[in-house]
């Protein structure tokens, strides 16, 4: 059970724009930032979005996060990937993730 | 650029102890923090602890106290994790990552290792 809740699933056509959701509690995403990780297949989780919006080095800006989702647009089948969300929880007095959420490019 | 290298995959029996490590290169290791993450086959992500490479404070998930223990060597610019007691759900793949800003446990995790797989076989 994730201390971050995400949904598992999320699909989208080339092109098309998706949102992930990723929702949590007050001691963490209610007081800290959230952040955003690409894991390819077999590969090691990639920093995407940090400090909610900041794009790390390299992530193109059609990837964009906003207070609670993160957002593709212009989706091409490199996007598939499970993406985790990420928050400093205050209680735990440690990182907590999401579940993680498969995107699949149809 | 940065890299963090990490040591090869492990097959260790239920009770016994493994240290995985971490080489890193491309900045100065003192400056950012490292964090250990693990991943059991096919599930999430679940934050271990983090260590300053500055002074070598630790920061211990409640999970894995008194089980983990979290050093660095900075004549090598390595970071070490040693879990001890193992059972059959440690096995994972385990990762180190650099903290983003300096000497915090809190800061967000921008490089990480390709990952050290864990098995626990009797």
């Known amino acids: 059970q994730s201390v971050l809740t995400q949904p598992p699933s999320a699909s989208g056509t080339p092109g098309q724009r998706v949102t992930i959701s990723c929702s949590g509690s007050?001691?963490?995403?209610?007081?800290?930032?959230m952040n955003w990780y690409q894991q390819l297949p077999g590969s090691a989780p990639k920093l995407l979005i940090y400090?909610?919006?900041?794009?790390h080095s390299g992530v193109p800006d059609r990837i964009s996060g906003t207070s609670g989702s993160l957002a593709i647009s212009g989706l091409r089948a490199e996007d598939e990937a499970v993406y985790y969300c990420?928050?400093?929880?205050?209680?735990?007095?440690?990182?907590?993730f999401g579940g993680g959420t498969k995107l699949t490019v149809l | 650029q940065v890299q963090l290298l990490q040591s090869g995959a492990e097959v260790k029996k239920p009770g016994a102890s493994v240290k995985v490590s971490c080489k890193v290169s491309g900045y100065t290791f003192s400056s950012h923090g490292i964090t250990w993450v693990r991943q059991a086959p096919g599930q999430g992500l679940e934050w271990m602890g983090w260590i300053s490479t500055y002074n070598g404070n630790t920061n211990y998930a409640q999970k894995f106290q008194g089980r983990v223990t979290m050093t660095t060597d900075t004549s090598t610019n390595t970071a070490y994790m040693e879990l001890r007691s193992l059972r059959s759900d440690d096995t994972a793949v385990y990762y180190c990552?650099?903290?983003?800003?300096?000497?915090?446990?809190?800061?967000?995790?921008?490089?990480w290792g390709q990952g050290t797989l864990v098995t626990l076989s009797s």
């Open positions: 990420a928050a400093w929880d205050d209680s735990l007095n440690g990182w907590v």
């Open positions: 990552a650099r903290g983003m800003w300096g000497y915090v446990p809190y800061s967000v995790s921008d490089y």
């Open positions: 400090s909610n919006h900041q794009r």
């Open positions: 007050s001691s963490n995403i209610g007081i800290n930032n």
